[in-house]
């Protein structure tokens, strides 16, 4: 039975501890592949949110270069180019009045002069000088002969010779800026012009030049669409430009451009830029777009801005699909990293618990196996025919063997208190017994003389009326006797 016990014990215990160590073991892998997958998540959310950031910053660059375009178009800086033009221009007219002054007469000077503003050009020959005076009459316009000689008050179709002549007398100064409307003979429309004048103070002529404000943006937006053309960044960074209609205004790829690509599958990020530009103006889309050499598309993630003063949508992208390629070696070197902790774990635990077993199995044997092979000691001396009823059990502690063997004990000693009161009363009995046997020896000797005195009485019974009288007295105290007699063997019976 011992042995059996302790097999048990023992098998328990090693299935106990190897249990424990198995599922604390899993339950360790298992959050290690929880935090891995944590950490990989993070470390993609990592790499997008850099790649977000990147996009973004780009952006805002290109933006800023936008803009900077943009401001050269506004009132201010055409009135500061156009009145440098004329600074530069009035510096020239200057060196050559001084140097022809003394050389020809003034009408002479005044014909070499127009016939010389006549073919000045500047800004790849767009812009050019007017000459009027302060008669309100056109001098000499390079772009329109019929307009010389003639004056030009209240005439709402060419209104800056007079605006020229009342922007110079406002003016403190020999210059002034005017703006107006003026038939643009490229566009064929009325547009807006800005023009500065000044005064030539030798002829008390007015020199003035302008540009049309569409001319000098369209001027600008190409500079512009040069320069973001160029843009590039990163090993494949660029950046494209589309309209809020749609068409592509710059594209590395240039067969794009000029092409309309409104909702056009092929080309997805036009017109997610311009739903994009209806709502909040700028922001990040993703859609799958083949790389240069490919036809596969590929996932794609851009930043795109809109630019509502030229109504350009500019946008960069990068393709994503690195991440997760990234996200995939990552994993492999959590996978290979967590291989090797589990590894040196199981290493570790092996004597470790090779170690705690033998502790169980020393304490086991000390605290439980020995205090039961005691108590089967003394359970076998009990049932044996010469059991020992003063032997007790020596256990020493406060756990349940020792409870167990202190309820034994006292079991042991109520067995050998009933065995002593059993002989004790098997004594009284046998002198109850003595004393019942004498009783009956006295009640069969009255028995036998009642007998004969009840013979005898039947014979004398005629004469001998007082010897009977005397028999029924006696049989009566026979029968007390018998009683009494019988009345004992029953309190013996009870005890």
Do not use: C
Not at 286 to 310: M, T, V
Not at 322 to 341: R, T, V, W
């Amino acid at each position: 039975m011992f042995r059996k016990i302790k097999t048990k014990l023992l098998f328990m215990t090693v299935l106990s501890i190897v249990l424990v160590t198995g599922i604390s073991t899993m339950i360790f892998v298992s959050n290690l592949h929880k935090l891995s997958e944590n950490s990989i998540h993070e470390y993609k959310e990592e790499l997008l949110k850099a790649r977000k950031s990147e996009l973004k910053a780009q952006i805002d660059t290109a933006s800023k270069a936008i803009e900077s375009f943009y401001e050269r178009s506004t009132k201010e800086n055409i009135s500061s180019s156009v009145k440098e033009k004329s600074e530069e221009f009035l510096e020239i007219l200057n060196n050559f009045y001084q140097k022809n002054k003394n050389k020809m007469s003034e009408n002479q000077l005044k014909a070499e002069l127009k016939k010389f503003v006549r073919t000045y050009r500047y800004d790849h020959g767009i812009g050019y000088f007017w000459i009027n005076d302060f008669n309100y009459k056109m001098v000499m316009h390079p772009i329109k002969p019929s307009l010389d000689g003639r004056k030009f008050i209240n005439t709402p179709k060419v209104p800056f010779v007079e605006l020229a002549v009342n922007g110079i007398k406002k003016s403190k100064t020999n210059s002034a800026v005017i703006s107006y409307e003026f038939f643009n003979p490229k566009s064929k429309k009325y547009e807006y012009k800005i023009s500065n004048v000044f005064v030539f103070k030798p002829f008390n002529w007015i020199f003035g030049t302008g540009a049309y404000r569409s001319y000098l943006e369209h001027k600008l937006q190409e500079e512009a669409k040069k320069v973001i053309g160029a843009l590039r960044y990163g090993k494949s960074g660029y950046f494209w430009i589309n309209d809020i209609d749609g068409n592509m205004v710059s594209h590395p790829k240039s067969h794009l451009i000029g092409n309309n690509y409104a909702n056009d599958k092929k080309v997805p990020f036009v017109q997610l830029g311009m739903d994009l530009a209806k709502k909040k103006k700028e922001g990040f889309v993703s859609y799958d777009f083949p790389k240069a050499n490919s036809n596969k598309p590929e996932p794609k993630l851009s930043y795109i801005k809109y630019f509502p003063q030229w109504k350009w949508m500019i946008g960069t992208g990068t393709y994503i699909d690195d991440i997760e390629k990234h996200g995939a070696l990552y994993e492999k070197e959590n996978n290979k990293e967590i291989s090797q902790m589990v590894f040196n774990l199981i290493l570790l635990l092996i004597p470790v618990t090779i170690v705690i077993i033998g502790i169980n199995i020393f304490f086991n044997s000390r605290n439980v196996l020995t205090p039961i092979e005691t108590l089967r000691s003394v359970a076998k001396n009990l049932s044996s025919g010469d059991g020992d009823l003063t032997k007790r059990i020596t256990l020493k502690g406060k756990d349940e063997l020792a409870d167990a063997a202190f309820e034994i004990n006292l079991f042991i000693e109520k067995i050998q208190s009933t065995i002593k009161e059993a002989k004790r009363s098997s004594t009284e009995n046998a002198s109850v017994s003595d004393e019942l046997t004498a009783t009956a020896n006295n009640i069969g000797q009255r028995v036998e003389q009642s007998s004969d005195i009840i013979s005898n009485t039947a014979k004398k019974a005629n004469s001998m009326g007082e010897i009977l009288e005397q028999s029924v007295v006696d049989a009566v105290k026979t029968s007390e006797d018998i009683e009494e007699a019988d009345k004992m063997l029953s309190d013996v019976k009870n005890d």
